[in-house]
Each structure stands twice: as structure tokens, then as C-alpha cells.
């Protein structure tokens, strides 16, 4: 049995020990490849492409194949600890490029070629990170245009953080298994970037770790930030809680999540809605993780002068959680301007915006038919002057499952008062920095329904809310998963 030194001074680590590995377990783990860091180190990496699989939506129908790149732990390497996790994916549809980090050895088995060449020992973890960004721009380049997702390990998935953070552009989620932190990373701790952090990302430590008090307030800070942080069973340290030889027991259950996780990040379905009513040309972007199943729905309204292209990011995080969205662009919003736009001077064109309840109904309408949606979990999002609109056709053609209004300026006392009666659960949203009218509409909702209410720091108004606090989103689908599942 293995014990890791120098490791056990992270401060987020738990039960490091593995099963030993001897140099001829290792599988390949792709054609290695070269890739220099910004400070001219070169970094062995190793592409393994996606075997063709037809009916999975990722390399049997043309779309671009996603590419999952692969961080290991300290002390290893990337054929060590993904000699059995790369094949695994590559079966499912997905390219991989796992990464030799310069901060690594070969405690798993196999060599770290990085590490070698350099011939130094002490390393620090945080200098690993040019590593990870050298990586990432090879698959830009190289990788055929599909969208991409990080993986890391321990050490690194607190570095992935960072990567996810500051290439958000770039990745489209981030999975971390068992999180470091502590002093050797004081320098690149994941928690000043997580708190940054758009795009979805997912959380996996050991159960046995989660005795360790350190873990216990780690898991508390993640969920609170809207961060799914799973607690395996049987699993061991970091992505070797993936790998059968390492845990002596059938692991579907936790790369059940990671698939699930991958379908919504890695390769979402998107199509182009068209809505026809009252004359309008509604135009709509239906996303939805791939699926055998029928999925929850939500219907995202903006506010006013807005489009749906605001809810990009609310999308992406609904659809790591393997729920569908459709974004909208109301009567006079964005693309759908059949019969003029909302715009200034706007007390001239208030007129385009009444029997907007009609556009939520229809949309509502078409999710309820959608044959990839569960029609009994669907639920709405309504930013400052569509909260109104998103009551009144809840009350006119019925109420769906769950609510979200984000700074409702415009809700009326009569909406307020059939939160209750609607017997389905609301969640009501603004900033501390908001209109001064914005105090006596929360203190309505307070005194006259039993909703929940999130009051921000700072300032922000209604989709602008996303903007202020980049980790609304995830918190949104965190509410929305619960209230929909």
C-alpha cells in the first residue's frame, strides 16, 4: 500500500492510499503529443480520440466531437491515473487528452514525462497551472471544434477551478474530484475563483472523506454557491473513486452523474423555436441535455429591452443538471419584432407590450408537448416586467410547477396573492441596491404568501442580477433541480 508524503500536507485531502499498480497494468492512454507552456517547459499529453458510436449524439450524427481534458493527481501521471478512465470515455463519444502536469511522478505506476524531464522533485502544485492552459489551447487547435470539459484530480481539480474560471469562454463545465486546498496551493486555492465561476461545475469527493472537517465546511461553501458536491460510496481519493481496480467494487454510481453532467455540458441539443401568436413571430433557443428519458423544462423570460441571450449561462448550468430550457424573446424583444420593437423612447411604445401573457402561454405550451419534456416538471423564470405577465397566464391557462421572478417591479398585489393559492413553490429574487418601490413590493410578498426570498448584496436588476453575481446561475439551477425533482 502507497502513502503519499508530501500530499498529506493539503489540507482538503482525505484517505490517500491506493492499490499498487505495476508498470504492466497500464493501458494507453492515447498518441502522446507535445505541448509547450507559456515559460517554454514542454508538457507530454496524451489524445485519445472518441470511438465512432452511433445514436449517442456525439460522433454518430456530424456534430463536433467534446473533448474531456484529463488532470491527474500529485505524484502522478496522466497514463498512471487515466489508464482506465480515458478508454471508458472514449467509448462513450468523448475525445480525451490527459496531461502529464510537471507537479506529479509516478506513484500510480507509470512515468510522468514532464516531470522527468525536468528532474525536479519539489515542484510546487500551483506552478502546474501553465501545464493545464498550454493543454486547453492544443485541443482549441487540435481538437476538432467540439465543445470541451475539464476534469481534475485532487490537486489539480483545485487548479481546474482556476482553468474553468479564467477560460470560461473556453470550457464549457468543470467536474473536480476530491478538491484540494490548504498551503501548498495558498497561491491557486479554488475558492476566490469558484466564486467567479459561470459555467457548471460539479463536485466529487469520497464518502469516507467527509469525515474530515476540513471536507465538511469545503462541501458547506460549494453547495452554497449552487455547486453539486457528491458524496460517493466505495469511492477512493480524487478520480480513482472512477476506477474499479482501485475501489474492488462496480463504480456506476459514480460515473452515472459524470455522464449525466457531460451529456448537458459536453453535447447539448440546441434547435431554433418559432412560435406564431397574435401575429408575432416568436423566435426562441431550445437547449436540452442528450437523453433517453423525457426531462424537466424551464422557460426563461427576460426583461424589459432585453433578449433571451441573457440566459446563455442559466441554460448551460440547467442543462449540467439534465434539465431543458427554453429561452424566449417576447412580442417586441430581441429577434421577435413582427409588429415593432420595445425601445426608447418607451412610453411611445408601450403599446407592443400588452397580451404578452399570451407569448408565455404559448411557449409554456410547447414545452408541455415537447416530446424530450416531462410535461408534469416544467417550470418559469420571469426578469422585472415579464414577472407579471408570467402570473397572469399561470392564472389564465393554468400553473406549471415551480416559479422565479427575478426583480418583479411590475408584479401586482392580486399575482401576489395566488402564490399561495397555486400550491407550487416560488422563489422571488432582487438586490439590496434596487428602486426604492422594490422594499414594499418584497414586504407584500412576505406578509401575503409563503415564498422564498433571496435578497442579493449590492446591486443589479432582474437578468442584470446574473451579471453582478456570477454564481445566480448555478444557485437558480440548484433551485430549480430541487423544485423540479
Not at 195 to 209: G, K, V
Not at 364 to 379: E, F, G, Q, S, W
Not at 396 to 420: H, N, R
Not at 449 to 469: F, N
Amino acid at each position: 500500500m502507497i502513502k503519499f508524503g508530501k500530499i498529506g500536507t493539503l489540507v482538503l485531502l482525505g484517505w490517500w492510499a491506493v492499490l499498487p499498480v505495476s508498470a504492466q497494468d497500464i493501458t494507453p492512454v492515447g498518441r502522446e503529443v507535445r505541448v509547450t507552456a507559456s515559460d517554454g517547459v514542454a508538457v507530454s499529453a496524451y489524445w485519445l480520440q472518441a470511438k465512432p458510436i452511433q445514436g449517442k449524439g456525439t460522433t454518430g450524427d456530424g456534430a463536433p466531437v467534446p473533448t474531456i481534458l484529463l488532470f491527474h493527481m500529485a505524484g502522478s501521471s496522466a497514463p498512471g491515473e487515466y489508464s482506465e478512465i480515458a478508454p471508458i470515455l472514449s467509448s462513450e463519444g468523448y475525445n480525451t487528452l490527459a496531461v502529464d502536469l510537471r507537479s506529479g511522478g509516478g506513484r500510480l505506476g507509470a512515468p510522468n514525462k514532464t516531470a522527468d524531464r525536468l528532474g525536479d522533485g519539489n515542484i510546487g502544485y500551483c506552478e502546474a497551472y501553465p501545464d493545464m492552459v498550454a493543454a486547453l489551447n492544443w485541443v482549441k487547435s487540435n481538437g476538432g471544434g467540439g465543445r470541451v470539459a475539464a476534469l481534475g484530480s485532487s490537486y489539480s481539480a483545485g487548479l481546474v477551478i482556476k482553468l474553468g474560471t479564467e477560460k470560461q469562454q473556453d470550457i464549457a463545465g468543470v467536474l473536480a474530484f476530491s478538491p484540494a486546498s490548504g498551503t501548498p496551493m495558498a497561491n491557486c486555492r479554488p475558492e476566490p475563483y469558484l466564486t467567479q465561476m459561470t459555467i457548471p461545475l460539479i463536485a466529487f469527493r469520497p464518502e469516507r472523506e467527509m469525515a474530515v472537517p476540513s471536507v465538511v465546511a469545503q462541501a458547506a461553501a460549494f453547495r452554497k454557491l449552487g455547486v453539486p458536491y457528491l458524496e460517493i460510496e466505495n469511492g477512493r481519493h480524487g478520480s480513482l473513486m472512477l476506477r474499479e481496480s482501485q475501489t474492488g467494487t462496480n463504480m456506476d454510481h459514480a460515473w452515472r452523474p459524470v455522464f449525466e453532467f457531460l451529456r448537458g455540458v459536453g453535447s447539448p441539443e440546441r434547435t431554433d423555436v418559432t412560435l406564431p401568436v397574435d401575429g408575432w413571430q416568436l423566435q426562441g433557443d431550445f437547449v436540452a441535455p442528450q437523453s433517453s428519458s423525457k426531462v424537466p423544462a424551464v422557460l426563461l423570460l427576460h426583461g424589459a429591452s432585453r433578449s433571451r441571450g441573457i440566459y446563455t449561462g442559466l441554460a448551460h448550468n440547467l442543462a449540467s443538471r439534465g434539465i431543458a430550457s427554453l429561452s424566449l424573446d417576447m412580442r417586441a424583444h430581441g429577434e421577435s419584432l413582427t409588429k415593432g420593437k420595445f425601445q426608447p423612447p418607451y412610453a411611445e411604445h408601450r403599446h407592443l407590450l400588452p397580451g404578452t401573457e399570451a407569448d408565455v402561454a404559448a411557449a409554456t405550451a410547447y414545452l408541455v408537448r415537447h416530446p424530450k419534456v416531462d410535461p408534469d416538471r416544467i417550470a418559469v423564470v420571469s426578469a422585472s416586467y415579464s414577472g407579471e405577465f408570467m402570473a397572469l397566464a399561470a392564472r389564465q391557462s393554468g400553473y406549471v410547477q415551480a416559479y422565479v421572478s427575478l426583480s418583479p417591479g411590475s408584479i401586482s398585489d392580486q399575482s401576489i396573492g395566488t402564490v399561495d393559492p397555486s400550491g407550487v413553490p416560488w422563489l422571488f429574487v432582487r438586490a439590496v441596491e434596487e428602486r426604492p418601490f422594490f422594499d414594499d413590493i418584497f414586504a407584500a410578498v412576505e406578509e401575503k404568501s409563503d415564498a422564498e426570498i433571496m435578497i442579493l448584496p449590492g446591486k443589479g436588476h432582474a437578468d442584470r442580477l446574473l451579471v453582478q453575481h456570477p454564481r445566480l446561475a448555478a444557485q437558480l439551477a440548484q433551485w430549480l433541480d430541487d423544485a423540479l425533482n
